[in-house]
């Protein structure tokens, strides 16, 4: 069974830094895209980054130098280090795995933590 359970969240003021962790089971991170999603009430869920199940990592512009995405594929952990972290960068953070094998591809979700940047 796929679980994932996301932590790290917090209250910082703006210029800070959080570190945010996404613990893994039930599926290999080589298989799996896996990143980070998220969403503000009265506002379309955001990919604020992943890595694809080939290595490679995609970032949202607005992240872009400040968050950084890793996975540790030994501990089967996900990690998102954000650094200057700005107001609107608050929000609920989900992890998501998706199985690009599947056909159509399958998502599986953890539950969120939440991120507030004061200014």
């Known amino acids: 069974e796929v679980q994932l359970q996301a932590s790290g969240g917090g209250l910082v003021q703006a210029g800070g830094s959080l570190r945010l962790s996404c613990a893994t089971s039930?599926?290999?991170?080589?298989?799996?895209?896996i990143g980070w999603v998220r969403q503000t009430p009265g506002k379309a869920r955001e990919v604020v980054s992943c890595?694809?199940?080939?290595?490679?990592?995609n970032y949202a512009d607005s992240v872009k130098g400040r968050f950084t995405i890793v996975s540790d594929n030994a501990k089967s952990v996900l990690y998102l280090q954000m650094d200057n972290l700005k107001p609107e960068d608050t929000a609920v953070y989900f992890c998501?795995?998706?199985?690009?094998?599947?056909?159509?591809?399958?998502?599986?979700w953890g539950s969120g933590t939440q991120v507030t940047v004061s200014s």
């Open positions: 998501n795995a998706r199985n690009v094998l599947s056909a159509p591809p399958t998502d599986y």
């Open positions: 039930g599926f290999s991170l080589d298989d799996y895209a």
């Open positions: 890595v694809n199940s080939d290595g490679s990592r």
